[in-house]
């Protein structure tokens, strides 16, 4: 897929069309395993595919994989929706929208809304470079060296930052998890 942009290019509608259609519904699912809320999801993958198109002529498949840049936007996407959140709002569970299947161990331990909305909350406390290595590691399943390249990090720093965290995560909820 990545081979049909040229580096720094603008996208055709064709080739807009094809790129979205590649990643949207892996990247809906990104969204979806953080907000556990169908139309929020939505609109954020909506948003997300916005700014991707928007701003394609930034890309660089020397930086990053067409993928892992993606991922980038979507990551600092949702994170910015996380910060800007009104303080009290609770993300909302509906029994019949619980995922039947999870691919994640991690998915497996947050089991209840109350936990995963704690756990939120502690990982939004956290540096946005932190965030954003548990998220895309968790929730997209993206390799360590992956995330390195696409944070401009070395990735024993990548996975120092998140093994640091679930150490504080599993620390902190021990009594939970």
Request: proline share 1%.
């Amino acid at each position: 897929m990545a081979a049909l942009f040229g580096k720094n290019s603008k996208l055709t509608r064709k080739q807009a069309d094809a790129l979205v259609r590649e990643y949207y519904d892996e990247i809906y699912v990104f969204a979806y395993k953080q907000t556990f809320d169908k139309e929020l999801a939505m609109d954020l993958t909506q948003e997300i595919f916005i700014n991707v198109l928007r701003s394609f002529d930034r890309y660089d498949a020397d930086k990053a994989s067409l993928r892992t840049w993606i991922y980038r936007i979507a990551s600092n996407r949702i994170i910015d929706y996380r910060r800007s959140r009104a303080a009290g709002e609770r993300m909302q569970l509906p029994l019949e929208d619980v995922p039947e299947e999870t691919d994640n161990g991690f998915e497996t331990l947050v089991e209840n809304r109350d936990l995963l909305q704690k756990v939120e909350s502690f990982i939004s406390g956290y540096d946005v470079s932190v965030q954003q290595i548990f998220r895309l590691h968790i929730f997209s399943d993206l390799s360590f060296a992956a995330i390195a390249q696409l944070t401009d990090s070395n990735e024993a720093s990548v996975k120092t930052a998140y093994y640091r965290l679930l150490k504080q995560i599993r620390k902190e909820f021990q009594n939970e998890l």
